[in-house]
């Protein structure tokens, strides 16, 4: 079975820090790569995707994604992080014919303004 | 479109009671999974359906059990609930692309066992 790793569990930060997220997957074959966030209070939205093609992704309000096969992982980054960048954030695989993901147990980021 | 919706939003109930909790999907979306999330161990996959039968189902005891209307409405139900059943189990929906696609989540149902 495929598991999904986060090694950090809670991440704080102040503002105009830069962000790097880790997110390792154990799956060998090919994958479909997601990273959702979820804001106090809010549900669970979909951050941005990787499919195929560009292996650098870019989603919504700043945030980007590598995957890097070699080393099966696909990390979060963002530049410069803002106050209301605190939220809960899940990385998450599926595999091939799969629409079933399996969830990294999340990262609780803290940014003090 | 409307979202995925869910409910109610929070429930209180009692060791040894039942509890079904409702999912309704985005409009054309056929594929309903739920999900039990807890702090500190994320989201963890119960099951998923797909016109009214379980494709998918994860590692929980019997008394978590599900259902798809064939409006794919879905329902969760948790018989002789526990206090380790306390949590947020949410509900999320996937179109039918044929194709990798992400799932779109409700609210979820915060369920308090006391």
């Known amino acids: 079975a495929q598991s999904v790793s986060q090694h950090n569990h809670h991440v704080i930060l102040s503002e105009a820090a830069s962000l790097e997220l880790g997110c390792n997957y154990s799956y060998g074959g090919t994958v479909n790569l997601f990273w959702y966030v979820q804001y106090p209070g809010q549900h669970l939205q979909l951050l941005l995707k990787y499919f195929s093609g560009d292996p650098l992704v870019k989603g919504i309000k700043g945030f980007e994604a590598e995957f890097i096969k070699s080393k099966f992982s696909f990390n979060l980054r963002k530049p410069s992080v803002q106050w209301s960048d605190t939220a809960e954030y899940f990385c998450?695989?599926?595999?091939?014919?799969?629409?079933?993901?399996?969830f990294g147990r999340g990262t609780s980021l803290i940014v003090h303004p | 479109k409307a979202g995925v919706t869910q409910t109610p939003r929070y429930l209180i109930k009692t060791r040894g009671q039942q509890v079904t909790l409702s999912c309704s999907p985005i409009?054309?979306?056929?594929?309903v999974s739920w999900y039990q999330q807890t702090p500190g161990q994320g989201l963890q996959f119960l099951f998923e359906?797909?016109?009214?039968?379980?494709?998918n189902k994860g590692n929980f005891p019997g008394r978590f059990s599900g259902r798809q209307f064939s409006n794919s409405r879905s329902e969760m139900n948790v018989s002789t609930l526990e206090l380790g059943d306390s949590a947020l189990y949410l509900c999320a929906s996937i179109g039918a692309s044929g194709g990798p696609s992400e799932q779109f989540f409700g609210p979820g149902t915060r369920l308090t066992v006391l």
């Open positions: 359906y797909f016109s009214e039968t379980q494709r």
């Open positions: 998450a695989v599926t595999s091939k014919g799969s629409y079933i993901p399996t």
């Open positions: 409009s054309g979306h056929r594929s």
